[in-house]
Every structure is written in C-alpha cells, then in structure tokens.
C-alpha cells in the first residue's frame, strides 16, 4: 500500500500561484507513474499532468503553459507548480500514483482561485 499526501493548496488570487507536493511513502517511487487530477463539484475528475518515473511529462490543454510538473525521486515527491491562475482552475487537486495495476490516490487538496 502507497500513501500519498498533498499539501501547497490554498486561495489565491487570480494570477497567482501556487506549488502543489505529493509525498509518497513507497520506498520504489521513482518507478512509479505520477499525475495530478482535479476535480469540481458535479463534474468528473480530470487528469492535469503527469510524470513518469524517466521524467516524460504530459498536460492537459488547459495546464499546458502554465503548470510544471516535476519530482524529486530522493524525496519521493511530486510537486505540481501552477502559475498565472485562472477562477477555473479552483477544484481540488489530487495526486495519483500508478505501477501496473496498482493505482493509489492521495486525499486531495484544495485550490481556490478568487479575488
């Protein structure tokens, strides 16, 4: 069983930034495949970005300029950067680790988006 914890959510006004982590507690982490996925009240959740454990990295259309995906494999984070913040982009933000079969979510963390 992995353990995934975010942290870096918060409110922040439109424009801003913020910087997501993602601490997992596999000691062979740097195998595994990260994202982030958000999700919105009523809609269903939507992949963000993702990473694999040999750096390749993947965005959806509306992250792609904006948000940096990247890990630290010593630490055994993730962290997701996002800048120039946009109203929509309010949700809450979880990380997902994948290895084969095996798909582990963390709880999520909450992003807001206002001024």
């Known amino acids: 069983q992995v353990q995934l914890v975010e942290s870096g959510g918060g409110l922040v006004q439109p424009g801003g930034s913020l910087r997501l982590s993602c601490a997992a507690s596999?000691?062979?982490?740097?195998?595994?495949?990260m994202n982030w996925y958000r999700q919105t009240p009523g809609k269903q959740r939507e992949m963000v970005a993702a990473?694999?454990?040999?750096?390749?990295?993947n965005y959806a259309d509306s992250a792609k300029g904006r948000f940096t995906v990247s890990r630290d494999n010593a630490q055994k984070t993730v962290f997701l950067q996002m800048n120039s913040l946009k109203p929509e982009d309010t949700a809450v933000y979880y990380c997902?680790?994948?290895?084969?079969?095996?798909?582990?979510w963390g709880q999520g963390t909450q992003v807001t988006v206002s001024s």
């Open positions: 997902n680790a994948v290895l084969g079969m095996k798909i582990y």
């Open positions: 990473i694999t454990g040999g750096g390749n990295t």
């Open positions: 596999t000691s062979i982490f740097s195998i595994y495949t």
